[in-house]
């Protein structure tokens, strides 16, 4: 039935799971590099849909796409971890500052990249599962929806403040190293949760 319980649980579960979870290390690393509302609106656009999904398909999604679940993982994993690795050819490449208009053009594509790369991260994750799970359990998928939602929104905001303060602190090489590794390390755990479910 809904209501205020399966809202605070639903918030209350979902941003504890969240925390250091892969998909904060993308937010963060995207807050690095790009302007920080673009990312923001970006990743709550994605988690905000992510859950959506959830909460609305329920258990039919998990009983359809089960064994496809693995396979947008793994690859979800291989992305992040070419978008790691291609942030060092590029560095290496363009040892220079880059020229305003592809500053320009990194900034008009900051909130695709953040809102896909969100959604995808979190599509068949822990948090989409929880929230299918409190949906059917507490039969809410608005209360549950609106919780879940909440709960992943202040964990964008709360990933886009560290990005933002990491970017002021940090030299440009040393901002570049950080976002390779943080989408190397969000791409691995990607597929590390792929493999342990099956």
Do not use: C
């Amino acid at each position: 039935m809904e209501g205020v319980a399966p809202f605070v649980a639903a918030l209350g579960l979902i941003a504890l799971l969240e925390l250091g979870d892969k998909t904060q290390l993308v937010t963060i690393s995207l807050a690095t590099r790009h302007p920080w509302r673009e990312v923001l609106a970006g990743a709550v656009l994605g988690l905000v849909a992510a859950t959506a999904v959830g909460a609305a398909v329920g258990g039919l999604l998990a009983a359809t796409l089960g064994a496809w679940l693995t396979y947008i993982k793994v690859g979800g994993g291989i992305l992040f971890i070419l978008i790691g690795v291609g942030t060092i050819v590029q560095a290496v490449r363009h040892h220079v500052q880059e020229e305003p208009e592809e500053m320009v053009k990194e900034r008009r594509s900051a909130f695709a990249t953040a809102a896909s790369f969100n959604f995808l991260a979190e599509f068949g994750d822990k948090t989409q599962i929880a929230v299918i799970i409190l949906a059917a359990s507490y039969d809410a998928p608005g209360s549950v929806f609106l919780g879940g939602s909440a709960g992943l929104a202040l964990i964008a905001v709360l990933s886009v403040v560290i990005g933002t303060g990491l970017s002021r602190v940090l030299s440009e090489k040393w901002l570049r190293l950080l976002s390779t590794v943080l989408f190397i390390l969000a791409g691995a755990l990607l597929i590390l949760e792929a493999f342990l479910e099956l």
